[in-house]
């Protein structure tokens, strides 16, 4: 439900000015800020590299908080559902090109998880005029495991348990390529199936 009924019949829409989508647009905001205290120490893991990991998990984490604010508070919109997987990617694009600068992710994986966000955000804005199509269950599961992958490459654990964290978080972000990969076909598939159903004679 995405509208509030006035008891005379009258159904009105949430306005969009409203809490979870402020809370999207700090999280926008909140990207490049990250993204230099990643930067600013050439990934030395001091105490900035530590303040860049816990910003960006405080950061990743408020999309499940707005998410469930406008659920519970009938304050879900059309602009909320285009922002939130935008702000989502913001923050991981900003994190997952830090890393490949600093060495530590090789390009052709951000290259990869770039191209397939770009893609996907660009096919929501043609859309438009039609609909609004918001983040898959698939496209959800996808952000959840980028999350955790990036959370664990931010955080200096190998400095404190050894070389073998990396192999972990080398897994963790091998099953986050797979399922960008894997959902971005499937909004590929999405949309070659929306445009035989628009194209098909009425």
């Known amino acids: 439900m995405t509208s509030t009924d006035h008891g005379d019949g009258a ?39 530590w303040a860049a990991a816990i910003l960006f998990i405080l950061a990743i984490a408020t999309d499940g908080i707005d998410g469930h604010i406008a659920r519970s508070r009938n304050l879900v919109t059309d602009l909320g559902k285009l922002l939130d997987p935008i702000a989502d990617k913001v923050l991981t694009g900003a994190a997952l090109v830090g890393l490949s600068i600093l060495g530590e992710l090789p390009w052709w994986v951000t290259g990869l998880i770039l191209v397939r966000e770009v893609g996907i955000t660009v096919w929501r804005f043609v859309q438009l005029s039609d609909r609004v199509i918001p983040a898959s269950r ?22 404190l348990f050894g070389d073998w964290v990396n192999w972990v978080n ?23 199936r929306l445009n035989r159903t628009s194209a098909a004679p009425k």
């Open 138 to 159: 698939g496209g959800k599961l996808k952000t959840l495991a980028q999350s955790i992958a990036i959370s664990l490459a931010l955080l200096p654990f190998p400095e």
């Open 11 to 49: 159904v009105s829409k949430p306005s969009n000015w409203n809490l979870p989508n402020a809370i999207t647009v700090v999280r926008i905001l909140l990207a490049p800020v990250f993204f230099v205290m990643l930067l600013v120490d050439g990934g030395d893991d001091g105490w900035l590299r």
């Open 170 to 192: 080398g897994v963790f972000m091998a099953i986050a390529l797979v399922l960008t990969v894997v959902t971005g076909i499937d909004y590929l598939v999405q949309a070659w």
